[in-house]
């Protein structure tokens, strides 16, 4: 049996690939900073809890003893992520953000999917199918959000383009580096939830599609792409 780890998934896109994944036949652990809702969620689901906050380095280890001492990993899916938002759910201009306010951002977007990445690398190794999915963004692609054309255009902030950006340049220097363990960027689209304020014109049952698809590849698979529903993003 396929054993997922999903990182913030006690509700969204999180939840719903849990969801979909267990339903699948796979063994899937609610990796949650809030142990109410994370173990609330992981009943409702049939799932394991373990409490995991990204940006902590002692909760991450402490979530790699209990994960390790139950046997196996076989997937990691980085979710865990925030968006900026200002007063009224507004999203944030240029002038709005300091060094401060984007760092803030990066500590979970970037700095905490290396530090979970990092942390259980060693877990996955020992799979025979190792897969870890990376949940990026549309407004990760350079070329989109630079083209008057595309839907992300419009977007004007600073932090969040920019932390799934650069979750999409480690995406592919992790698949270099470890050609053994698929390891691909995906983007769930526009998704109906809290991260967005519910602006998203998608359920969160098509935006976890792709999340789930690209969790239960197997080692022929394709590694160090950039994904949605539709086919490929354009870096």
């Given at each position: 049996?396929?054993?997922?780890?999903?990182?913030?998934?006690?509700?969204?896109?999180?939840?719903?690939?849990?969801?979909?994944?267990?339903?699948?036949?796979?063994?899937?652990?609610?990796?949650?900073r809030d142990e109410a809702r994370?173990?609330?969620?992981?009943?409702?689901?049939?799932?394991?809890?373990?409490?995991?906050?990204?940006?902590?380095?002692?909760?991450?280890?402490?979530?790699?003893?209990?994960?390790?001492a139950d046997g196996r990993l076989?997937?990691?899916?980085?979710?865990?992520?925030?968006?900026?938002?200002?007063?009224?759910?507004?999203?944030?201009?240029?002038?709005?953000?300091?060094?401060?306010?984007?760092?803030?951002?990066?500590?979970?977007?970037?700095?905490?999917?290396?530090?979970?990445?990092?942390?259980?690398?060693?877990?996955?190794?020992?799979?025979?199918?190792?897969?870890?999915?990376?949940?990026?963004?549309?407004?990760?692609?350079?070329?989109?959000?630079?083209?008057?054309?595309?839907?992300?255009?419009?977007?004007?902030?600073?932090?969040?383009?920019?932390?799934?950006?650069?979750?999409?340049?480690?995406?592919?220097?992790?698949?270099?580096?470890?050609?053994?363990?698929?390891?691909?960027?995906?983007?769930?689209?526009?998704?109906?939830?809290?991260?967005?304020?519910?602006?998203?014109?998608?359920?969160?049952?098509?935006?976890?599609?792709?999340?789930?698809?690209?969790?239960?590849?197997?080692?022929?698979?394709?590694?160090?792409?950039?994904?949605?529903?539709?086919?490929?993003?354009?870096?």
């Amino acid at each position: 049996m396929t054993t997922t780890l999903i990182t913030g998934s006690n509700k969204g896109l999180g939840k719903e690939t849990a969801r979909q994944l267990i339903a699948a036949g796979h063994t899937v652990y609610i990796g949650a900073r809030d142990e109410a809702r994370g173990r609330t969620a992981a009943e409702e689901l049939g799932a394991r809890f373990v409490q995991l906050d990204v940006t902590d380095d002692a909760s991450v280890a402490a979530a790699y003893a209990q994960i390790e001492a139950d046997g196996r990993l076989d997937v990691l899916v980085n979710n865990a992520g925030i968006e900026p938002r200002l007063a009224g759910n507004a999203i944030p201009a240029p002038a709005d953000e300091t060094a401060d306010s984007v760092r803030a951002t990066f500590e979970t977007n970037v700095f905490g999917l290396v530090r979970v990445t990092h942390a259980f690398l060693p877990l996955l190794q020992k799979s025979a199918a190792p897969v870890i999915v990376n949940v990026s963004s549309g407004l990760g692609s350079l070329t989109d959000l630079s083209n008057p054309e595309s839907y992300t255009h419009f977007y004007p902030a600073l932090a969040y383009p920019a932390s799934k950006t650069t979750v999409n340049a480690i995406t592919v220097q992790y698949a270099k580096a470890f050609p053994g363990i698929r390891i691909n960027a995906v983007d769930p689209g526009y998704t109906d939830t809290d991260l967005n304020g519910h602006a998203g014109i998608q359920t969160v049952e098509e935006g976890a599609a792709i999340i789930v698809a690209m969790a239960q590849i197997g080692p022929d698979g394709p590694t160090g792409t950039f994904v949605s529903s539709r086919g490929p993003v354009a870096w």
